[in-house]
């Protein structure tokens, strides 16, 4: 069974064969949880791999398949110790070459959270609990790296404040979302070079089965690049806004906050929230690379000025290892220093989605 795990290539440590060759080959994750917003604790995912038969014939002929997407079904659960959990399962299918994407899912989750009303105020117990259903779909637009789809989800939550809960705030969201992508991308799970760029607008709207009518907005930027061949760059930058008057049940959870490693999940929040970052690595070897990485964020509303918003700074260090060279898979953790503390990730792929 070990022979499942060594790579024939290089001899070392791979989850490829037994992924992709084993009928239930799956990729355990460990998941570990360290935000400040929700606790610590973690839980583990199931990852399953499928692959198109042209796929396969190919690795088994020997070539390189790492830049050819696999489809991939996951099941996971976590729970910390302030009683946050959640659990679900989805499938991201990758259909006819690449020319379709597919990603849905259903979960179920209880967040306890710290809300912060405005940066400068004390925090609020903030307490989520419900289910969260989407689809999603991307076309590719002729040969080209151009993607155009569209998106539903669907959520419904019973949110209690500091320990108070409405008997009328019990919020049902219904969405309905379209975006416009360029994804040149070497690998959707590790990449290492390409770009991925893209804007979406997304619809909430009692039509589309929910309680409020709002609008929501995201441009976002990706690009990997190699400065040689040990030396790799990353940069992402990514914009948020949310529509003005927003009704206050619904902008609890809806308004954007800054999502960066090192920035507790809420803390920083605002009608619009903009952010950078850059990565640097370097490849010990063909396995094993580090990296380091420095970000900043701002969240400011409608009626303020991004110029004299505060700026939040982040920074940190990492490694990652190839777990599965055949799907182009590296996995590892992350260190990360915010405004306020020190939080540690457990990475699968890029820390970047």
Do not use: C
């Not at 390189?64 to 489809?71: F, H, L, R, T, Y």
């Not at 989800?153 to 309905?176: C, E, I, N, R, V």
């Not at 948020?240 to 927003?246: D, G, L």
């Amino acid at each position: 069974m070990m022979d499942n795990f060594v790579d024939p290539q290089d001899g070392r440590l791979d989850g490829s064969q037994f992924i992709l060759d084993n009928a239930v080959g799956f990729l355990p994750v460990p998941l570990t949880v360290t935000d400040p917003a929700v606790g610590v604790g973690g839980g583990a995912a199931l990852l399953f791999f499928h692959e198109s038969e042209e796929r396969k014939q190919k690795r088994l002929a020997g070539e390189e398949v790492k830049d050819i997407p696999a489809s991939t079904s996951g099941l996971m659960a976590l729970g910390t110790n302030n009683g946050s959990h959640l659990y679900g399962g989805f499938h991201s299918g990758n259909w006819m070459n690449d020319r379709i994407r597919y990603l849905g899912g259903l979960f179920g989750a209880k967040f306890n959270l710290k809300f912060y009303p405005v940066a400068e105020s004390a925090p609020m117990d903030l307490s989520l609990e419900g289910l969260y259903f989407f689809q999603e779909l991307d076309v590719r637009l002729g040969d080209s790296n151009f993607f155009v789809g569209g998106s539903y989800s669907y959520m419904s939550s019973k949110p209690t404040l500091d320990g108070f809960s409405h008997a009328d705030w019990a919020p049902k969201d219904g969405k309905l979302g379209w975006r416009f992508m360029y994804d040149s991308r070497n690998n959707q799970f590790s990449p290492r070079e390409g770009t991925k760029a893209g804007v979406k607008v997304d619809y909430h709207h009692k039509a589309f089965g929910g309680q409020f009518n709002y609008q929501k907005y995201n441009a976002y930027m990706q690009n990997y690049s190699r400065l040689s061949d040990k030396w790799g760059l990353g940069l992402r930058a990514d914009f948020k806004s949310i529509s003005e008057n927003v009704d206050p049940r619904a902008s609890v959870y809806a308004t954007p906050f800054i999502e960066m490693r090192g920035i507790a999940a809420m803390r920083y929040r605002a009608e619009n929230t903009a952010l950078g970052e850059v990565e640097l690595s370097y490849d010990i070897d063909d396995r094993w690379t580090v990296l380091g990485f420095v970000g900043a964020g701002t969240a400011f509303n409608h009626d303020e000025s991004i110029a004299k918003s505060q700026v939040h700074y982040t920074r940190g260090g990492g490694f990652r290892y190839l777990i599965a060279r055949q799907l182009g898979l590296r996995v590892g953790v992350d260190v990360a220093k915010g405004p306020e503390e020190w939080t540690t990730y457990i990475q699968f792929g890029s820390a970047w989605r």
